[in-house]
């Protein structure tokens, strides 16, 4: 019960990568990045190990940014035709690949780092990918030209690794789709479509992260437009509540996101997002155990999952050191109570 868990991602060692950056680029090549991208999941595993966390992930050490790790292996996907292009609704500008041919993987693009990780921890693992309508905004289209399409043909794809990657000893498979926040309608139309298309057959708990994205100017000056409440959920909870999704992950530490919208996920589990990425500052626990109260309210403890609001890979390491350890400490703070 309140088992806890992260968002994905952890920032990077300085070695590995630039901290503080989205899109860093690798301080290492060749076999010693193959090498420090190992050593880099250890420390992540062993972090959050140390911190109490219950399902853990890799942390993302080994992609250089969450859609395009995924993207690397893809062929029809261009790389050496990278442009400009808004994304997110023009939120920020994002130098991204060409979709150019026909899509299919050269070869798995993730089974290695599933199984090191899975080999090296005893505790519940769950690995992200991109979700399809995420990984249709992240690129420039000169071949499908139409972003159902296109997106269904990723989330063919994406189905492909997600079943590889499950039979390696996954317990959680996690698409994330912030792009589920920006296009409502597109989720409507397609949107959940492309995420039962590309979770078909998988063989773990499957999830779909929804946030507001990372802790990045872009987003906050975002946020800052959104009003005194932030309504978006209630347009694709309720699509969520009759997929065939086990797990929502969401936004909510430090948001004006309306807690009673947590009631249209009846019947899922819900990743309630109770530590802030938008911050370095660190919760306390007793910070982390109020936010879980007031979920609790709408969703049953044993549905809960205390979870980070977005992946930390832009943060600090001291930081997100702390914050995995207050996130833990809350968590057991309402566990107890509830048991004792």
């Avoid at 399409?149 to 063919?156: D, M, Y």
Wanted: glycine share 8%; with cysteine; charged share 25%.
């Amino acid at each position: 019960m309140l088992l806890t868990t992260i968002a994905g991602s952890l920032p990077k060692p300085s070695w590995l990568a630039e901290p503080g950056r989205l899109w860093a680029p690798w301080r290492l090549a060749g076999a010693a990045l193959a090498e420090g991208q190992r050593d880099a999941v250890l420390v992540a595993l062993r972090e959050q190990e140390t911190a109490g966390i219950d399902i853990v992930t890799d942390g993302e050490q080994g992609r250089q940014h969450f859609v395009h790790g995924f993207l690397e292996h893809v062929e029809g996907v261009d790389f050496a035709r990278r442009v400009t292009i808004g994304i997110r609704a023009d939120r920020y500008k994002a130098e991204v690949p060409t979709v150019t041919g026909p899509l299919r993987r050269r070869a798995p693009a993730h089974a290695a780092e599933v199984a090191f990780a899975r080999a090296h921890t005893t505790r519940r693992l769950k690995f992200t990918l991109p979700g399809p309508m995420t990984i249709v905004d992240t690129l420039a289209d000169e071949h499908y030209r139409d972003r159902r399409r296109l997106a269904l043909e990723f989330a063919r794809l994406l189905n492909e690794e997600a079943r590889e990657l499950a039979a390696l000893g996954l317990d959680v498979l996690q698409l994330d789709e912030p792009a589920f926040n920006v296009y409502m309608d597109d989720v409507a139309a397609w949107g959940i479509e492309a995420l039962h298309r590309a979770l078909e057959g998988v063989r773990c708990t499957t999830a779909v992260h929804i946030c507001y994205g990372y802790g990045i100017q872009a987003n906050l000056d975002w946020k800052a437009t959104l009003g005194r409440e932030w309504r978006q959920y209630e347009t694709t909870f309720p699509l969520l509540a009759r997929s065939r999704i086990d797990q929502v992950s969401l936004e909510c530490a430090g948001s004006r996101v309306p807690l009673e919208l947590l009631r249209l996920l009846a019947g899922k589990d819900v990743l309630v997002g109770a530590v802030d990425v938008a911050t370095a500052r660190v919760e306390t626990p007793d910070e982390v155990a109020a936010t879980i109260r007031r979920a609790m309210a709408f969703v049953p403890p044993e549905r809960l999952y205390p979870c980070t609001n977005c992946g930390m890979v832009p943060l600090g390491r001291e930081a997100a050191r702390g914050k995995l350890g207050a996130l833990a400490a809350g968590a057991a703070i309402v566990r107890n109570q509830l048991v004792g």
